[in-house]
């Protein structure tokens, strides 16, 4: 089974406008780490945020925050205020007690000016 | 202080061959790991290193090998290379193998191309 899924394969975002971007996970683990990455086209992967299993609260980096809904295990990635240079592919991904890393397939976002 | 860095950043070789990709990890990180990213997907987790020793490994065959050294830089092997070996390879160091809420954080991969 998909341990992280990522329905929106594309999205696109008129600048300054905020986006949603869905992640729902799958585990059985009471302990992990949700953790959201960007991946402009140079291909580096960059961390975003992360927001832990028994986190009350939900986390926020500058203008990303993520929307954790732990009953319906879904972990969505808000990106306010977007700029161009926010066009990349974000990925979804999950650390559980393993501690590797499994992430979903990607959403690219293109930011129109 | 320094990233994640890893060479070459890119690569081409013949089915049959064999690579070998070297990372250097990010300062104080004392675990590294692989990951191979297919063209238009997410990475898949191929394995990890701690302490110079493998504590973790994904559904790769034993073709893929690597090492960790003691100043916690890697090398991934692959040996007889295939068609579908094609892919940007990524390595990711951590500060801490026992906390799964470190982040990783990622070089800039090697962009393997077998021809």
């Known amino acids: 089974a998909q341990k992280i899924t990522q329905t929106q394969p594309g999205m696109f975002v008129q600048e300054k406008e905020a986006v949603t971007l869905d992640c729902t996970y799958d585990?059985?683990?009471?302990?992990?780490?949700l953790f959201w990455y960007k991946q402009p086209s140079s291909g580096e992967m960059i961390f975003l945020i992360y927001?832990?299993?028994?986190?009350?609260q939900n986390a926020t980096e500058g203008r990303y925050s993520l929307n954790f809904q732990k009953a319906r295990k879904s972990a969505n990635l808000v990106i306010s205020a977007s700029q161009l240079g926010d066009s990349a592919m974000y990925f979804c991904?999950?650390?559980?007690?393993?501690?590797?890393?499994?992430f979903g397939a990607g959403t690219t976002v293109t930011v129109r000016a | 202080e320094t990233g994640v860095t890893q060479s070459p950043t890119h690569l081409i070789k013949t089915r049959g061959q064999q690579v070998t990709l070297r990372c250097s990890s990010q300062?104080?990180?004392?675990?590294v790991s692989w990951y191979q990213q297919a063209l238009g997907q997410g990475p898949q987790f191929i394995f990890q290193?701690?302490?110079?020793?493998?504590?973790g490994r994904g559904n790769f065959p034993p073709r893929f090998s690597g090492l960790q050294f003691p100043n916690y830089s890697s090398e991934l092997n692959v040996n007889a290379l295939e068609l579908d070996d094609s892919a940007l390879y990524l390595c990711?160091?951590?500060?801490?193998?026992?906390?799964?809420?470190?982040?990783?954080?990622f070089g800039n991969g090697t962009r393997l191309t077998v021809t």
């Open positions: 585990t059985s683990d009471p302990s992990y780490g």
């Open positions: 991904a999950m650390r559980e007690s393993d501690y590797k890393l499994s």
């Open positions: 927001q832990g299993s028994y986190d009350q």
């Open positions: 990711a160091s951590s500060i801490d193998r026992d906390n799964y809420n470190s982040p990783l954080h």
């Open positions: 290193y701690y302490r110079e020793e493998e504590n």
């Open positions: 300062s104080g990180h004392n675990t």
